[in-house]
């Protein structure tokens, strides 16, 4: 169901700027703890900084990695990293988005600037917060809680009614969307065979987007057939489980395809498949689980590459995946599963850790 905007007049834009806003935001202490939901105090945007109001945000194992101690962190800290927003107010030199429109805060910011934006090739922006810092852009952080600075996570933090970020790190977005949802499309020919391994979240948004853009093949591999039947409503053609064969998974692939091109945990595998082809590593261990493959591999004229963020430009092309729901090009209603209040955070993470539900989503209730 898609949300209507309120009016507020430009008036309160103003005084909002300069002033604190109390709000919920879930805390987290200290790592393999739950989150506390706590009234939290949010300092206004400065220079080049965007606030917005959070109408929905989404669990995802980046998180889950957080409480359970396998990220390092500087604490207290305040994590989510997928959500849609309403911006509030925005701080001096702001022009890319004004006080009432939807925005996305994107944890993969786009300054448009640096290198790696200018390069068409590569969507790292210098801008990333990939060492954890937990500060913005001037060293500070815009949360309080007890007295006590509370850290951003991913530049984004979207587990609170309020969050202040970078301009570089919102993408505007159509006021029609729904909020609970969003898409990472891969890239593929048409007309190739692509093969998703791993059936959870990322892998149905896989195969979701390989159908749309024009797949003709599209092979699920999971040890769980429980979730073959979800797999095959997202427009997978087949789906099998390791389990079901004495052979190397590489080679039962091989002999149902020329091709392997969307992977996630098993890049072994995938890389033994064929000699020819991509493989693209989406979701994948921490840094600290080694890979091996064959160096005979790359002479057969095969690829092997990873990518974050889908590959995408953020600013840039997350509009344009919004554009593509709003016109019903895929169906992101087979792929939400629960919906709660935010209240129940708790509930969703241990519901996410011990069910594998597809997408969890919290709606900002309070």
């Not at 301009?167 to 007309?191: F, N, Y």
Request: glycine share 8%.
């Amino acid at each position: 169901m898609a949300f209507s905007l309120p009016f507020i007049s430009s008036i309160s834009f103003l005084t909002l700027k300069s002033l604190v806003i109390k709000c919920k935001a879930a805390m987290l202490w200290e790592q393999k703890n739950s989150f506390s939901v706590e009234e939290t105090e949010v300092a206004p945007s400065k220079a080049k900084e965007v606030c917005s109001k959070t109408l929905a945000t989404g669990i995802c194992w980046k998180n889950e990695h957080m409480t359970k101690g396998t990220i390092v962190s500087k604490f207290p800290v305040t994590v989510g990293h997928e959500a849609t927003g309403v911006v509030e107010s925005i701080g001096e030199g702001v022009t890319m988005v004004k006080p009432g429109v939807t925005v996305i805060p994107v944890f993969l910011p786009q300054c448009r600037e640096c290198n790696a934006c200018r390069d068409p090739d590569v969507n790292l922006c210098v801008r990333s917060d990939v060492t954890g810092h937990g500060v913005l852009a001037d060293g500070t952080t815009r949360f309080t809680c007890r007295g006590k600075p509370v850290y951003h996570f991913t530049s984004t933090s979207t587990f609170t009614e309020y969050t202040v970020v970078d301009e570089t790190s919102v993408a505007k977005i159509d006021d029609e969307a729904h909020p609970e949802k969003e898409l990472v499309s891969p890239q593929v020919t048409r007309g190739s065979t692509c093969v998703a391994f791993g059936l959870g979240r990322v892998g149905l948004l896989v195969i979701m987007g390989c159908k749309s853009a024009g797949a003709s093949r599209i092979i699920g591999i999971d040890l769980n057939k429980d979730k073959f039947e979800k797999a095959v409503a997202v427009r997978a053609t087949k789906c099998i489980s390791p389990k079901d064969s004495t052979k190397p998974i590489s080679e039962v692939l091989s002999e149902m395809t020329g091709e392997a091109s969307l992977v996630a945990q098993w890049l072994r595998s995938a890389c033994q498949c064929r000699g020819h082809g991509v493989g693209v590593v989406v979701g994948a261990p921490l840094s600290a689980k080694m890979l091996t493959y064959d160096p005979v591999l790359p002479r057969a004229g095969c690829t092997r590459k990873g990518c974050v963020f889908g590959g995408w430009e953020s600013r840039d092309d997350v509009p344009k995946l919004v554009t593509d729901f709003l016109e019903k090009k895929f169906d992101l209603d087979q792929v939400t599963t629960h919906v709660f209040p935010f209240k129940q955070i708790n509930e969703g993470f241990e519901l996410n850790a011990t069910k594998f539900p597809y997408f969890t989503v919290f709606k900002v209730l309070f």
